[in-house]
């Protein structure tokens, strides 16, 4: 395989707090490859979003530490000057944020937004530039896009905002995108229509895209590759197909049996995750931290479980005998009555 | 005073009577426009049964009056025309006083459980307060009470003197379902209780509203944009475009078979999870929902209608009963 587009290694995210230093990120490693969409999936908390802040260095906080190696077309991101750091991003990495209310600068329009960033980028002429966002919001699907680049964001719905959002991400043709939860304050339908818009765009574009979200039908929709994230460590990841038909992580069956099952049949009750996600807080890391969770928990899960790669490409943290795993996840989609 | 659930328990015989009976509901909110006055019309006539210990799951997309519809089933909100039976008795009608008393018998749980708990008092309090208001019972048998209502929902006693920003979003849904059931309603109306939660969270908390459907004899309106999740839960579902109701039927039923075009482009616009099952085609709707200022004259979905034609613009589909019970509002169902 050639050089990987993203090359993360071993990154670790921090936080020091009043009451001691919490690892948000706990040494996540994996690479993006040309192209290429990864869907990054956890609940709230496991750590998706800061991780994916970090390599774009957006975490403003004096009191984070980010450790490891961020190799971006080999160069690492963490160590750049401030000044490099800046023309990368939103030239070379872009990113769309969850809320598209707050993402945009009620005071400017649609088109402000685009050309600055294209501006802030190139040298072309304002003229130049709103032409091109013209275009981009077309691209993206606005209709009368000649007008409504002088719209406000108040004056588009969310779906159209979200649009806006895409546009101005796309609009210097990154090689690496990163949505976190692009689509989750937004309607199903209009979720539907945003994917399948980062879709065409993915294969008009080019770029690789790591999509950051909760929803495993998401994920399952877009992505090539999935990895799956709790308590700031990945304990599975895979190709798409291969982790959503054969899952071989506890946690992941969890995630997969919350859903309601989109088949046609009505389960009674559904297979559960019983009690809350791990806080960050949690001083005891030194075991697998989905154990106190999770109904296969043994003395075994003590040290921390490495990552371990069970066909090509699929990987997870468990130590579960691999021969039991299928009846494990038949028992644990099998929902039970669980003490809240 | 009418009993209209009288006739409707002879044109279902052998079903759970009617409990709540919305007729022809209407809310419209004024509001000041460049143009002038204008009228929101976020609810426009909506009808519907829900039986006694059934769920009906309301769906549609934000902004189609399913939650202004809910807050009007439990006149949080006044109607602007149209009535409300609670039991044979028209809720829309009655004084407050009236009113107060008739509440205990339908609670509700609001979606957001930041927002729907005082910071400031603690868990039991909350709970307690339902009952105070309503006298019942003596100090002492309300705090035993409230203790109980908070292991009903999965909390032990230490939990009681707990202010909510120290439970977590899931903890703090259940807090509001302990205090939604401490009047020991009929009737729970449960707005989007599980929209602001994790997925596991969300899980756990539909598998709590089940329970207690089953050891209470609870009757649900449950009311959400996650058409999976409706599914789950709902005996029937309604589905909801711009303030009325397109399609309505029993779950499973429209779950596999919708009927109306809008249906059949919510369902198929649920990301599937990738199995060996077949994947449904999908729908992509375009365009937002329209306006509910300036409604059109015809069907409010033609525009986005894959199966549109010229009489969908320029007449309203009624809402009407097929042959197999489903009741379609559309010119032309699908399947047909």
Not at chain 1, 279 to 288: I, K, L, M
Not at chain 2, 94 to 116: E, G, H, T
Not at chain 2, 121 to 147: C, N, S, W
Request: glycine share 8%; net charge negative; hydrophobic share 40%.
């Amino acid at each position: 395989m050639s050089e990987p587009l993203l090359d993360v290694r071993d990154l670790r995210v921090s936080f020091r707090t009043r009451n001691g230093k919490v690892a948000a990120v706990d040494g996540i490693s994996f690479q993006v490859g040309d192209g290429e969409v990864v869907g990054l999936v956890g609940e709230s908390g496991s750590g998706k979003s800061v991780s994916m802040l970090s390599v774009l260095r957006l975490i403003d906080n004096p009191n984070c530490v980010v450790e490891g190696e961020v190799l971006f077309k080999g160069r690492d991101l963490l160590t750049m000057s401030d000044a490099e750091m800046r023309k990368i991003r939103g030239d070379e990495i872009a990113m769309i944020f969850q809320d598209p209310m707050t993402a945009l600068t009620p005071v400017y329009t649609a088109g402000w937004h685009i050309s600055e960033q294209i501006r802030a980028h190139e040298k072309v002429s304002k003229q130049a530039a709103m032409d091109r966002a013209v275009q981009l919001l077309d691209s993206v699907g606005i209709p009368n896009a000649k007008e409504r680049v002088n719209s406000y964001p108040h004056e588009f719905s969310g779906g159209m905002r979200q649009r806006v959002v895409i546009a101005m991400a796309l609009s210097c043709s990154p090689s690496l995108l990163i949505a976190d939860e692009p689509t989750t304050a937004l309607d199903v339908t209009i979720q539907a229509q945003i994917l399948e818009l980062l879709q065409n765009l993915q294969s008009e574009f080019g770029s690789s895209i790591v999509l950051i979200t909760h929803d495993m039908g998401v994920v399952s929709q877009v992505s090539d590759r999935v990895m799956v994230m709790y308590g700031g460590r990945l304990v599975e990841s895979g190709p798409r197909r291969d982790v959503m038909r054969d899952p071989l992580h506890p946690y992941t069956w969890g995630l997969m049996g919350s859903i309601p099952p989109t088949d046609g049949t009505r389960a009674p009750r559904l297979a559960t995750i019983p009690g809350a996600p791990i806080s960050a807080t949690d001083a005891d890391r030194d075991r697998c931290l989905f154990a106190p969770r999770c109904r296969f928990a043994s003395d075994s899960c003590r040290p921390t479980p490495p990552l371990v790669m069970h066909t090509p490409g699929h990987l997870d943290a468990c130590v579960l005998p691999l021969v039991e795993r299928p009846e494990r996840r038949r028992e644990a989609l099998t929902p039970v009555e669980v003490t809240l | 005073m009418t009993h209209p659930t009288q006739d409707a328990l002879i044109a279902n015989r052998g079903e759970a009577p009617v409990l709540l009976e919305a007729r022809n509901v209407v809310k419209h909110f004024p509001i000041r426009t460049p143009q002038g006055k204008q009228q929101v019309q976020a609810v426009d006539g909506v009808s519907l049964k829900v039986r006694a210990g059934e769920t009906l799951g309301l769906v549609g997309e934000s902004g189609c009056g399913k939650s202004t519809f809910g807050r009007c089933l439990v006149r949080l909100l006044d109607v602007t025309s149209g009535q409300v039976f609670y039991d044979g008795e028209d809720i829309t009608a009655m004084s407050r006083k009236d009113l107060r008393k008739r509440r205990m018998d339908f609670q509700m749980v609001f979606q957001d459980p930041y927002a729907s708990l005082n910071p400031r008092r603690r868990a039991a309090a909350t709970v307690e307060e339902p009952m105070r208001t309503h006298g019942l019972g003596t100090d002492a048998e309300i705090k035993q009470k409230a203790i109980e209502l908070l292991s009903v929902v999965g909390f032990d006693e230490s939990f009681a003197n707990r202010y909510p920003h120290e439970f977590s979003g899931g903890q703090r849904q259940r807090l509001g379902i302990a205090r939604a059931l401490a009047l020991q309603p009929r009737l729970l109306i449960a707005d989007e209780p599980v929209s602001a939660l994790d997925v596991s969270i969300q899980a756990q908390v539909l598998n709590l509203l089940a329970d207690l459907q089953d050891d209470n004899k609870l009757t649900y309106v449950f009311i959400a944009h996650d058409l999976a999740v409706v599914h789950h839960i709902s005996d029937r579902i309604g589905v909801m475009y711009l303030g009325e109701l397109v399609e309505l039927g029993e779950s499973t039923a429209l779950y596999n078979n919708p009927r109306h075009p809008y249906t059949e482009a919510l369902l198929s616009a649920i990301p599937v999870i990738d199995t060996e099952a077949e994947v449904r085609e999908r729908i992509v709707l375009t365009g937002d929902l329209p306006s509910p200022i300036n409604k059109p004259p015809g069907c409010a979905f033609a525009a986005r209608c894959r199966y549109v034609q010229d009489v969908c613009i320029k007449e309203k589909p009624l809402l009407q009963i097929q042959s197999d019970g489903r009741e379609v509002a559309c010119h032309f169902p699908v399947g047909t």
